[in-house]
């Protein structure tokens, strides 16, 4: 079973990957991970695609998809894959179907207040690094070693907002054209990762 994960920042995609991954004997594929492996390890694709980025520029389209072709021809992907990253637009969502079959996609639809107020609850600690949520610590300093806790740039809410909106924007294609395939399936992610994992359990058993 090949799966395309799908979801905003904060949806819950990395929870529900490892959950899946963990259930069915996937092997999840971050095309972000990947990307800096093949620069690290020096590899033909990854030399290619340093220039790429030591210009400034985007690494082409048909870089990644021979990154993807050969890492799904790898025999721990023979159970199975769940990419996540990957595909962003819908022509790389057609490429992609040119080298593999995909099973599934599922997107995780979560409200964007419900996203905003997440991922901007966050708060860590800058001297030991422990990561906080104002649901469940309600303190301005760390429990751990007294420090006070700050919000990174990324999590600030005006900042979420504008993450949402361009991952909106790229994406919506995308849906459309999963959608016209008849292979998206969308899951409430407003639940907790367990009813989330619920739901998915069970459009993965009627796909079955």
């Not at 905003?8 to 490892?18: I, R, V």
């Not at 799904?72 to 595909?87: H, R, S, T, W, Y």
């Amino acid at each position: 079973m090949n799966v395309v994960l799908l979801g905003a920042p904060g949806a819950g995609k990395g929870t529900l990957a490892s959950q899946m991954c963990q259930a069915y004997g996937l092997r999840h594929i971050s095309t972000g991970d990947m990307l800096r492996a093949h620069m690290r390890e020096a590899t033909a694709l990854g030399l290619q695609a340093r220039a790429y980025v030591d210009a400034g520029k985007l690494v082409p389209d048909a870089l990644i998809i021979e990154m993807v072709r050969e890492r799904l021809n790898e025999p721990d992907c023979q159970k199975g894959c769940l990419l996540d990253g990957f595909p962003r637009t819908a022509a790389q969502a057609e490429a992609l179907g040119a080298i593999a079959k995909i099973d599934m996609v599922l997107y995780i639809d979560v409200a964007v207040e419900a996203l905003v107020k997440r991922i901007s609850g966050r708060r860590v600690c800058g001297k030991c690094g422990t990561v906080y949520h104002t649901s469940w610590h309600d303190r301005e300093e760390c429990a751990k070693c007294g420090e006070p806790l700050s919000i990174r740039e990324d999590d600030k809410p005006e900042t979420v907002l504008r993450r949402i909106e361009v991952y909106n924007q790229n994406t919506e294609p995308l849906i459309g054209y999963y959608r016209e395939k008849g292979l998206l399936k969308t899951v409430d992610g407003s639940g907790t990762p367990e009813e989330v994992f619920e739901a998915v359990k069970t459009l993965v058993e009627k796909r079955v």
